[in-house]
């Protein structure tokens, strides 16, 4: 099973902190890979947080092509980050490694937001696809405060060939997820977190109603809910859908991957629309065993199961800086000064919260509501 | 003189040319005249034979000839009186003296239409293969980072819905305070959803069933519910339900059916006001799967004092249904005004369906169902449904499989994002060869809501003798020897309601078991696995690139 490891902090850190994380766990993946997501960049990419971020993997001649197409959309760069790489045994080096940032096409400069966010996506998809056939272009992500890393290999020699250690990429929140292949072939696109307009999330686990789930949100009409190499890269797509499309508060991302049975329904207050929810999302209800990790657009974080997951991950860190990792090991690598005892580990109807800036941690429980932990 | 054909009997048939031989065997029958006496066909009678015997006694040859009149059982080559193969005298035998044989070499549709009438049966389709849903296996086993789940520990959840049910984006939800309500006032109409066991008892009519067998579902189904928890409900059929049951809470356990005869309903629409509680759903029969194309029948027979109060006619005369709705100019227009018509009779409480046989040309009407706000499911009846009575060549030859058929309307709709919006029952020929839970969870996995079984609970709760071998198979003249589907008190006595409901609810449970036995490993346990075509396999290559799923050998 995958191992992850996130943060959240009120201040920027260096990824290598959740790199180190995912090393105390290494029993736990094979190094059939790594990705990494920074968002609310810090280091040299701070200047640029209103501006989107492509980040990806190019050749030669697919850093032509794409540079053509995006400079024939209108996209104009800006900066652009490109890693110090340090040849590391057993780490197969491509051609370009990039976190470019644009400047949006004139004719998008006074478009509200959503127009933005749909030129993004739609972009992104354009590219990923244009590059798809011959493997000359692979896009993980383009928007603002956001810069996405992933390769194949072990995430500690990942993050030397990187050059992580000394480069002057920082964020906030960092997550990172050292993979156990579970797909047939190892794919890019197929290395968590996944990333979609804002949301992100990563899992580990198996996603054994991954078919009808996947067949619902394909057939939602919207381009971005699409892709899916990994079983998992749902939980990110059923997040922006519950979040984003349908406008529900984030809690409710709980009672819509894992709803309550008929009786523990009635005893909510809001049963009369979760009533309703269950049966109209019914095709979005996970059978894992899953935990999700995940950050949304104003940079709350979360951590959910499903509850098949007998080993839950763990919640825990202090004000200001707070880990959400896969195993207990890691979040001591990351956060030993925390006080352990109050570390979290949800339960079967528990989905942890962790505002902004890590200032504050809040359970919510599906049969008995918030429960705030630090604040 | 006597003319020749007296002599050489040559425009008779002989028992080669039935379907299935008598065996009896004279050296062990006691004569007790059990067997005779069963027969629902008088296939075999008592018959008296004079035998000639040669005896010696003496050390030396010295034949002696004697004749002995004896009493024998004879199978007789009436092709009206022909051995269904039922094997009624066998059960009644004392001493293993007589069973019926199948004869492969038969030639019973060749003779099986006297006075130029086709030949008609009950049962299912005479096609002893294995169905299509039988090539079918779960292959997606949780090895890998998932290990398998208890069927007998974890908690399972096998319940689906019946209703129409709305887009998430339709849904009268707003939020207020961080918590999400149900808008009131003049928001979206909100359709009826009912949760239920995703297999359910099809249509089988009060009339087509004998009162002790559509007795003992009834009770069955209600234990089920009412002490085991498990909303198992059962269709009506055409021809309405008693009227105590009608005005009882138990109602709500029941699917009514509307048919192109419309029996029953008067009496229905009367007791609208007094009931006690709203049935499940209304099924609108436009097809059945045994016989497309054409109507019910109950035959005069059949018609006796408590059909005749339930249906709203006079006693002893033939009920046929129309094979369409007569009163309607197209399935669209059809479809539309009756679903329209029965949600307002239950003030739009209760989910209205249309029932189909299974036909290439389902997308059609399914598609005419989406547009059509008020239609709360599809149920598709497949080419080896069962049914009380129909021409040989309906059962043989017409209609559609019901896996592929079912598969295409599931991909159409998830093609147009609605494949939980409109819910597929899928029925016919499920449990054919035994397999019920195996081929219902195929069918989930395959795009069905819901299954709907007939045959297969005649089968097993009651004994029924039919097969795909042609035995037995004349529920159509009401002498069922099982009791099963007769009017007739003497026959109908046999069979006892207590027992059937013992059955019935033995099967269902034993079929939840099942279930879990399958989905378990497959990782399955809080949702119904609608549309998981990536668990199933055909061991057939052309069965699977039909269906859209894996091929292994």
């Not at chain 1, 523990?264 to 899953?290: F, H, Q, T, Y």
């Not at chain 1, 896969?326 to 006080?339: A, D, F, N, Q």
């Not at chain 2, 009519?205 to 002490?227: D, K, R």
Request: neutral net charge; hydrophobic residues 35%; charged residues 25%.
């Amino acid at each position: 099973m995958c191992r992850l490891a996130a943060i959240t902090s009120n201040e920027y850190l260096n990824p290598m902190e959740c790199i180190g994380a995912l090393e105390t766990m290494h029993e736990g993946h094979d190094g059939s890979g790594m990705g990494l997501v920074l968002k609310n960049l810090g280091g040299e990419l701070a200047e640029f947080s209103d501006y989107p971020v492509l980040s990806g993997i190019c050749s030669k001649d697919g850093l032509y092509t794409l540079e053509e197409y995006l400079f024939h959309a209108g996209f104009r760069l800006k900066h652009q980050w490109r890693p110090a790489l340090k040849p590391v045994k057993g780490v197969k080096r491509r051609d370009h490694y990039f976190a470019k940032v644009y400047d949006y096409p004139e004719e998008y400069e006074d478009r509200s937001r959503e127009e933005k966010e749909e030129l993004l996506l739609e972009t992104r998809l354009t590219l990923r696809r244009m590059g798809e056939a011959n493997g000359s272009i692979t896009v993980f992500s383009f928007y603002p405060d956001i810069v996405t890393i992933k390769e194949v290999g072990d995430p500690l020699q990942l993050g030397e060939f990187f050059g992580l250690t000394d480069s002057r990429l920082e964020a906030k929140i960092i997550f990172a997820q050292g993979r156990q292949n579970t797909n047939y072939d190892i794919n890019l696109y197929a290395c968590h977190p996944f990333f979609i307009q804002g949301f992100g999330s990563m899992t580990n686990g198996e996603n054994t109603a991954f078919v009808p789930i996947r067949e619902f949100l394909a057939s939602r009409g919207f381009a971005g809910y699409s892709g899916y190499v990994s079983d998992s890269e749902v939980f990110t797509h059923i997040l922006h859908y519950a979040v984003k499309k349908l406008g529900y508060p984030l809690h409710y991302y709980k009672d819509v991957i894992t709803p309550l049975g008929e009786d523990d329904l009635k005893r909510r207050e809001d049963s009369e629309a979760l009533s309703l929810m269950r049966v109209a999302l019914r095709p979005l209800c996970i059978d894992g065993p899953n935990v999700i990790i995940g950050f949304t657009p104003d940079g709350s974080c979360f951590m959910v199961h499903d509850a098949k997951k007998l080993r839950p991950g763990v919640v825990g860190g202090v004000r200001g800086r707070v880990g959400l990792v896969s195993e207990e090991c890691g979040l001591e690598s990351m956060i030993p000064e925390r006080e352990s005892a109050k570390d979290i580990f949800p339960m079967k109807y528990d989905m942890v919260i962790v505002s902004p800036g890590a200032q504050e941690v809040r359970v919510w429980n599906q049969l008995y509501g918030w429960t705030t932990i630090m604040n | 003189m006597e003319s020749a054909v007296r002599l050489d009997h040559n425009h008779e048939l002989t028992v080669k040319d039935l379907p299935y031989i008598v065996l009896w065997r004279e050296d062990r029958c006691k004569r007790c005249g059990r067997c005779t006496a069963v027969c629902p066909m008088y296939a075999i009678e008592p018959s008296v034979v004079t035998r000639r015997e040669v005896s010696s006694e003496e050390a030396s040859p010295t034949p002696k000839v004697t004749r002995k009149t004896v009493i024998v059982v004879r199978q007789t080559t009436d092709i009206e009186r022909y051995c269904t193969g039922c094997g009624a005298c066998t059960l009644v035998c004392p001493n293993d003296a007589i069973e019926p044989v199948f004869n492969p070499q038969h030639k019973f549709l060749f003779h099986k239409n006297p006075g130029g009438h086709p030949y008609r049966r009950g049962g299912r389709r005479n096609d002893p293969r294995e169905s299509t849903l039988d090539h079918l296996k779960f292959t997606r086993i949780s090895m890998l980072t998932d290990p398998a789940l208890d069927a007998g520990r974890h908690e399972f959840r096998i319940r689906t819905y019946l209703g129409r049910i709305l887009s998430p984006e339709e849904m009268p939800l707003r939020v207020k305070d961080g918590k999400l309500e149900v808008m009131t006032g003049n928001s979206r109409f909100v359709p009826p959803v009912r949760e239920i066991y995703p297999v359910m008892i099809g249509s089988m009519s009060v009339g087509a069933l004998s009162p002790t067998m559509w007795e003992g579902l009834a009770m069955g189904i209600t234990y089920l519910n009412e002490v085991d928890r498990m909303p198992v409900v059962m269709a009506s059929g055409e021809g309405g339900i008693p009227p105590r049951l009608l005005k009882s809470r138990f109602i709500k356990y029941f699917i009514l059916q509307i048919a192109s005869g419309y029996f029953g309903w008067d009496e229905i629409i009367r007791a609208i006001p007094d009931m006690a509680d709203d049935p499940c759903a209304i099924e609108i029969k436009y097809g059945q799967g045994a016989k497309p194309g054409d109507g019910g029948l109950l035959m005069a027979e059949k018609v006796t004092k408590l059909i005749s109060e339930i249906r709203g006619v006079p006693q002893g005369v033939d009920l046929p249904s129309p094979p369409t709705h007569q009163t309607k100019y197209s399935i669209e227009e059809s479809v539309a005004k009756m679903i329209q018509a029965m949600s307002m009779a239950f003030g739009f409480r209760v989910p209205v369906f249309p029932k189909i046989s299974g036909t290439r040309t389902a997308r059609a009407v399914l598609n005419n169902l989406l547009r059509n706000p008020y239609a709360g499911g599809l149920s598709i009846d497949g080419e080896e449904g069962g049914t009380g009575a129909a021409y040989n060549v309906s059962l043989d030859k017409m209609g559609h499989p019901i896996a592929s058929n079912i598969r295409d309307c599931y991909l159409d709709l998830c093609r147009q994002g609605r494949q939980n919006e409109l819910p597929l029952i899928a029925a016919g020929g499920v449990g054919k060869k035994g397999g019920l839970a195996a081929n219902a969870a195929a069918l989930i996995m395959l795009g069905a809501s819901a299954v709907s079984v007939g045959k297969y609970m005649m089968q097993a709760a009651a004994g029924c003798f039919g097969d795909e071998m042609n035995r037995c198979n004349v529920c159509n003249i009401g002498k069922c020897p099982r009791g099963i589907t007769t009017q007739d008190p003497k026959l109908y006595r046999r069979l006892d309601p207590e027992k059937v409901a013992e059955r019935v609810v033995e099967v269902f449970r034993s079929l939840d078991v099942e279930l879990r036995k399958i989905f378990a490993p497959l990782g399955r346990s809080t949702e119904l696995p609608i549309g998981m075509s990536d668990a199933l396999c055909a061991d057939d290559a052309d069965i699977a690139e039909r269906l859209q799923i894996g091929y292994v050998c």
